[in-house]
């Protein structure tokens, strides 16, 4: 493993670095702004304690656990590659590629396939990420939204290798401001295969269609200049979705409409109200349920 230090890594008491040896113990860890050099493989637990950039055509192949404390910068031409075994956990660190394109890993967590991606750097503000999920015999389906830079999806476990399988896709696209309210263009794909049956009750099932109805909490909340409004319909409905004051008093009307089975949302951006707390109301013909949102001007 060849690896080039500006400074030096940290060793226990008692053991000094003799030239032309690696001595290595768990865990390792990374000082001094690093740059790889040649194509580096982590076989052990490590922890990044500084800055690492990957870059001219360098692939750096990380086969155990790897704690980022510090970033990764991957450039052009740079490649970081998770083998079977290996994991990232962001703690203090994140990833930045130059190219979203490229910014999407898939590793395990735990028997459950885990997302990690890098920091969307191409709008003003990052709201929050969503991920999106098909099987291999399905469509795209939006499962999920999170401020955070990795996501385990509980709803599979990775194929055990006997019984039935299914392949199952992922990508992430960026919601936020850059100059108005946008959605980027989604990261690459990536796949893994898993066992066909779903773990619990999630409120998805794997063709997409949600098993319930259901209204999540808006986002975000407190919210402006705007908020998101999620729901799931496990089948075709009528639906309404009302906007209250505290008193009860009707708004607007954000939604009206027959709607497919599936995983919806809208955007709401007030006009011409004061700050303050807000009731939603989702209405069908089998499912009412309401939740408070604070708007704050």
Known sequence: MNICYEDSISLPAGLTAGQGRLIIFEPLAFSGGNSTEGNDTIRFPIALADTLTISDSTKFVIQNDYTLN??????????????????????GGNLYYSDWSESLLLMESGNHPKLVWGVYTWMDSVHYYKIYRKSHTGSWNYIEQTTLNYYVDETYTIYSGSGDSIMIQY??????????????????????????????KISHTKEGIPEDYELYANYPNPFNPSTRISFDLPEDTNIKLELFDILGNRITILTDKKMKAGNHSVEFEPEGLASGVYICRITTEKFVKSIKMSYLK
């Open 171 to 200: 990508r992430v696209t960026a919601f936020g401001e850059d100059g108005r309210l946008i959605e980027s263009d989604y990261s690459n794909t990536e796949s893994i295969w898993a066992n066909t049956g779903e773990v619990g």
């Open 70 to 91: 510090a970033d990764i910068f991957i450039e052009d031409g740079g490649e970081l590659e998770i083998a079977s075994g290996g994991n990232i956990n962001l703690d």
